[in-house]
């Protein structure tokens, strides 16, 4: 398989990046700094087996290739996300060796902060941050009694850009030393920093669905169909649109689909064909008339 990063203009195929920059798996999700058009961010695997990953940023033309991270040699560094003044990078590490991370770093890689210092106990790891204009990040967190036993679920997180006042958002009744009947994922802010959109799982059917909530944790509102099988949800600039991709759980079929954030006038951006090619996480670039994505191609 092979992966090209492109940003898309109302449907149409305006601009790709070469092959070598481009993500390699579609669940990495790529973002563009919250003022003018400039650098893409992005997660590259650097290994064949995907065990090894670092985030790099990019010019939109392809140019400038920027490696920011530096794991170690047995990680991913993923799901990079700016901050609003384009002075931070959050994002987080999948480590098979321990829980999975959520740091902060510059964008010329120095000032790296860990920011999951508040998982502990039923902690298992954070991950997906997502950095509001309001000076707060949502994340997913998972929290289980027993992580060897197939107990516990995913919820939505905020803190503070520091790492602290950590506060639950969703699935607040669950109980970590029981089965779940959702996990919540991948948060998205809205521009106005008020609401969060987010992936619900429904363990019993394994079908995904965009829902939102307010930064409180009230007003749940489920927008995309399950049978849709959406996930990894971003709004644009305006907060007029969310993006998602479609068919989260296959590896070889999904496309870009945007929505009102009430559920309204949802439709399909990008046309590939079941089986051809599977398009990754979204994002809006800052002026809100690009949205940038990643395709992997099925092999014949």
Not at 132 to 147: E, H, K, P, V, Y
Not at 149 to 170: E, H, K, L, S
Request: proline share 8%.
């Amino acid at each position: 398989k092979g992966a090209i990063g492109i940003m898309l203009a109302l449907g149409l195929l305006v601009a790709a990046l070469p092959m070598s920059v481009s993500a390699s798996n579609p669940s990495t999700r790529a973002a563009a700094p919250a003022a003018s058009n400039g650098r893409i961010v992005f997660r590259q695997y650097l290994s064949d087996d995907h065990s090894v990953g670092a985030i790099f940023t990019i010019n939109p033309n392809g140019t400038g290739l920027f490696r920011v991270t530096r794991a170690p040699l047995d990680a991913v560094s993923t799901e990079p996300d700016p901050s609003p003044n384009g002075r931070w990078i959050d994002y987080m590490v999948n480590n098979p060796n321990a829980p999975s991370e959520i740091f902060k770093i510059r964008p010329n890689g120095h000032d790296r902060i860990n920011l999951s210092g508040s998982c502990r106990g039923i902690c298992q790891g954070d991950g997906f941050p997502d950095w509001s204009t309001s000076g707060w990040i949502a994340f997913q967190r998972t929290l289980s009694a027993d992580f060897s036993q197939p107990v516990g679920f995913n919820a939505i997180f905020v803190m503070r850009p520091d790492g602290t006042y950590v506060r639950q958002v969703t699935q607040m009744g669950a109980n970590p030393a029981h089965p779940a009947k959702f996990d919540d994922l991948a948060p998205g802010w809205s521009p106005d920093g008020q609401t969060i959109a987010f992936e619900r799982v429904d363990d019993a059917t394994g079908h995904h669905a965009v829902f939102t909530v307010n930064a409180s944790g009230r007003a749940l509102h489920r927008i995309t169909p399950w049978a849709l099988d959406a996930a990894q949800p971003q709004y644009s600039p305006n907060g007029r649109w969310i993006c998602f991709r479609s068919d989260e759980t296959s590896s070889t079929s999904g496309n870009i689909y945007l929505v009102h954030p009430n559920g309204t006038d949802l439709h399909q951006l990008t046309k590939t064909v079941a089986g051809t090619g599977k398009w990754g996480a979204c994002a809006f670039s800052p002026d809100g008339l690009y949205v940038v994505s990643a395709l992997v191609r099925s092999s014949p």
